[in-house]
Structure formats: C-alpha cells, structure tokens
C-alpha cells in the first residue's frame, strides 16, 4: 500500500541546519510529484515546497518564506525525497508532513492541501532562538 514516512526532525538552532526524509513506498518517485508541508501549534498547514518528476513544469516551487533557505530534491533509488533547510528560524518551527501529488507534476497552486492524495504521520523540527 501507498506510505510515507517523514524523519529526521528534532531540535536545532536558530541559524542552524536540519535535513528531513520523507521515504515513499507503494508507488515509485518516476510517476508522482512530492510536496512538503508544515503546520505550526494554532496555525493552518502552509505548503512549503514541492518537486515533480522532472523540471519541465518550473519546478520545484517553494514558498517564499523558505525559498534561498531550503531546498528540496529526491533520490529515486532510495525511493527518498529530502528537504534541505539551511539558516533556520524560530518561524520555521513545527509539524513538517510530506505528501504524494495526485499527478506527477506540481501545479502552481502547490500548495493546496487538496492536490494531495497521501500523506505521511510527520515529524517535529523546533527552532531555538
């Protein structure tokens, strides 16, 4: 069956660095775009970014609160996508999930919730100040 499973999160500091994974099984990164979301405590879910199968249709996109700061990428055979995130802050804290695309490219709204079929348990990044 269709999974995701994000790790990786934990704690770090402001201005510091923190990979997390999002590793896919039941379907294969050649036929699915992947996007990352995050929720902070009493706010909504935001997209954050997100990466097709190829670059074709400008992707990735990524918000512009993390765009210079994070980067997203994928490694088809450890059937993994990463989010990189360099330069963190303290609004960077929360809930990061990601999820598969019904498609496999990104649309330029990529980052309603409704564009995605699964979606993984999530993991906690927490930035100290």
């Known amino acids: 069956q269709v999974q995701l499973v994000e790790s990786g999160g934990g704690l770090v500091q402001s201005g510091g660095s923190l990979r997390v994974s999002c590793e896919v099984s039941?379907?294969?990164?050649?036929?699915?775009?992947i996007g990352w979301f995050r929720q902070a405590p009493g706010k909504e879910r935001e997209g954050v970014s997100c990466?097709?199968?190829?670059?074709?249709?400008?992707?990735?996109y990524y918000a512009d609160s993390v765009k210079g700061r994070f980067t997203i990428s994928r490694d088809k055979a450890k059937r993994t996508v990463y989010l990189q995130m360099n330069s963190v802050k303290p609004e960077d804290t929360g809930v990061y999930y990601c999820?598969?695309?019904?498609?496999?490219?990104?649309?330029?709204?990529?980052?309603?919730?409704?564009?995605?079929?699964?979606w993984g348990t999530g993991t906690q990044v927490t930035v100290s100040s």
């Open positions: 999820a598969r695309d019904r498609g496999p490219y990104c649309s330029g709204s990529y980052d309603f919730a409704g564009w995605y079929d699964y």
């Open positions: 039941g379907f294969t990164l050649d036929d699915y775009g």
């Open positions: 990466i097709s199968i190829d670059s074709s249709d400008g992707s990735p």
